[in-house]
């Protein structure tokens, strides 16, 4: 959209994103989604890159969908996209992690590895994404079988999916 900032990004540390090759290197996929926070206001961008980059530019795709519309003292943006994250002044993001994650052969599937950026201020347009969230590695082995679905369910009744709160900051790990 017109008049609307440019973001270029990057992998904070190489323990995050959609895609982890056997050297744990990490990718974007053309026509990620990420929400940036540049007045308190969700907006969509969109990765312009291909499959494989390692960084590349986000430009806005759509209009804020909502939020407090005052001026921030840094941008935040959020992967996957989702139109109900939010984010306060102080850096607070509220969003939610996804109840269904599709597969993808030895890698992430899309929209299901949450992750964080915080640019320096507002004159900065470079989003470090870090990521928020453990993962668990599953393999499964044997001849001519179909698995459709996998149900986790913690030991505890603890959550493993749904709203989640994330405070985020330039130069901190996510908590």
């Known amino acids: 959209l017109p008049d609307s900032p440019v973001f270029t990004c990057s992998f904070e540390r190489c323990d995050s994103k959609v895609a982890v090759d056997g050297e744990t290197r990490l990718y974007w996929n053309a026509n990620d989604y990420v929400s940036i926070f540049t007045r308190g206001l969700n907006e969509q961008y969109r990765f312009t890159g291909k499959d494989g980059d390692i960084g590349g530019v986000f430009e806005m795709v759509s209009e804020p969908t909502f939020g407090t519309g ?65 993962y668990l590695e599953i393999k499964l082995f044997g001849h001519n079988v179909c698995v459709k679905t996998i149900t986790f369910k913690g030991n505890n009744n603890e959550p493993l999916t749904g709203k989640a709160n994330i405070i985020a900051s330039h130069s901190n790990l996510p908590e």
């Open 70 to 134: 005052l001026d921030m003292s840094a941008y935040y943006s959020v992967y996957p996209y989702h139109k109900n994250t939010r984010v306060d002044y102080d850096g607070n993001i509220s969003v939610e992690i996804p109840v269904v994650q599709q597969y993808r052969h030895d890698s992430f599937g899309p929209g299901t590895n949450l992750m964080v950026a915080v640019t320096k201020d507002t004159t900065d347009y470079f989003l470090p994404f870090k990521n928020t969230c453990g």
